[in-house]
């Protein structure tokens, strides 16, 4: 089946966070598409609720099988239905992972700039917020791993956040670089909570490795996050995976996860996440070949018409990272600058000291409204260097 990405389709009004604004606004913040969902999803939810019966739940082998059949065969991955749990989301096992891993006040490692809710869930559960930058090399985010190992040993790091793919940067990060990490994390016994909810949307001519694939030997202090909820556009539905290889490990946040009896969810979210892995196949193929002519399109426009905007490519993601300091001075205003344009980025500040002057654009949308925002962030650039 061929799917129409150019579809345009109103979300006003319809509870969306997204499309929120009463104005004319043209969205391109938060990290969800405006694209209708696989057929095969949707198809799904309708013989649930044609079936009628809505009752309590569980996950059932088929779902296991399609989760295990997915990693296996797209990245290797090799997983026993023990090796998973189900979350709500992975922000929510992000902030369980501080309980599983960590005490009150212990050092959090991450990077910056991240991904805000890393941030917000190491501070707001009492841990040591400890970052390391990541360096701009030629356009494209490298690790500092001499930083890294410093801020270990400088803070006693207990657990180590990461990224992979990269929010808002892109990067995917190389098995050699993974590597190094570990190395690093087993040197100084550091666990790593590796959050890979943008691995299905990694780019052509990039290739994502999950951590656990390189983690023998030190399985019980590594831990990945994904979902189907970002590859698939149904972000609405919720709900997410925690994966771990080490039995005691899988035991210990189960039981977490049982402390306050969150360890399920609920029926559309299973029956989208089997749906999805099954046969969601052919709709993702054609939504990414869509968002890299989207990228293309956004870094042509800005190469001609805002050629001072440094573009960070993404190798994975809708997402690109932007640096705006040659078109302004200070961090609100450059938000103001494009929000009284009608035209929402994300503020590249909230996701770190690194995020100075930078916006992140989201292009997972129809190319009409794609178009029509460039368009707005250019006149409003254009005017403020003016000033
Ligand atoms: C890196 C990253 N992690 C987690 C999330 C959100 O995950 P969830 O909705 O499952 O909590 C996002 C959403 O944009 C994200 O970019």
Not at 32 to 59: C, N, R, W
Not at 78 to 84: C, E, F, V
Not at 242 to 262: M, P, T, V
Request: hydrophobic share 40%; with cysteine; charged share 25%.
């Amino acid at each position: 089946m061929l799917y129409n990405f150019d579809e345009v389709i109103d979300r006003r009004d319809t509870g969306s966070v997204k499309w929120h604004y009463s104005d004319e606004t043209i969205p391109l913040w938060v990290a969800d598409m405006d694209f209708k969902a696989a057929a095969p999803i949707l198809q799904s939810i309708e013989q649930v609720t044609q079936h009628g019966i809505l009752g309590y739940i569980k996950p059932t082998e088929a779902l296991y099988d399609a989760i295990i059949d997915w990693h296996g065969s797209r990245y290797n991955l090799q997983l026993d239905k023990d090796n998973i749990l189900f979350s709500p989301g992975v922000v929510p096992s992000l902030a369980l992972m501080m309980h599983v891993f960590t005490e009150v006040g212990d050092a959090v490692l991450i990077n910056d700039p991240i991904y805000a809710p890393f941030m917000s869930k190491v501070e707001q559960n009492g841990r040591t917020l400890v970052t390391s930058a990541l360096k701009d090399v030629e356009g494209q985010y490298r690790l500092d791993l001499a930083d890294i190992e410093a801020k270990i040993t400088q803070h006693d790091v207990k657990l180590y956040l990461l990224c992979n793919p990269h929010n808002p940067g892109g990067r995917v990060w190389t098995a050699e670089e993974l590597e190094a990490i570990l190395t690093l994390c087993k040197k100084y016994n550091v666990a790593i909570v590796s959050d890979e909810i943008h691995q299905d949307l990694t780019l052509s001519g990039h290739t994502f490795t999950p951590l656990l694939t390189l983690a023998t030997g030190y399985e019980h202090k590594v831990v990945s996050l994904t979902s189907m909820t970002k590859t698939f556009n149904i972000a609405g539905i919720k709900g997410s995976m925690i994966f771990a290889k080490d039995e005691g490990l899988i035991k210990k946040i189960s039981q977490q996860q049982h402390l306050n009896d969150e360890y399920e969810l609920n029926l559309f979210a299973y029956t989208a996440m089997r749906s999805a892995y099954e046969q969601g196949g052919a709709w993702l193929t054609q939504a990414l070949e869509y968002i890299e002519a989207n990228i293309d399109l956004t870094v042509r426009f800005l190469e001609e018409y805002l050629p001072d905007v440094r573009i960070m490519r993404p190798e994975a993601s809708y997402l690109i990272w932007l640096d705006c300091s040659a078109y302004a001075k200070d961090d609100q205003m450059l938000y103001d600058t494009l929000r009284d344009a009608k035209v929402e980025l994300n503020a590249g500040i909230k996701y770190g000291q690194e995020g100075h002057l930078k916006m992140r654009i989201n292009v997972a949308c129809p190319k009409a409204l794609l178009t029509e925002g460039l368009n707005r962030i250019y006149q409003a650039l254009e005017n403020s260097s003016k000033h």
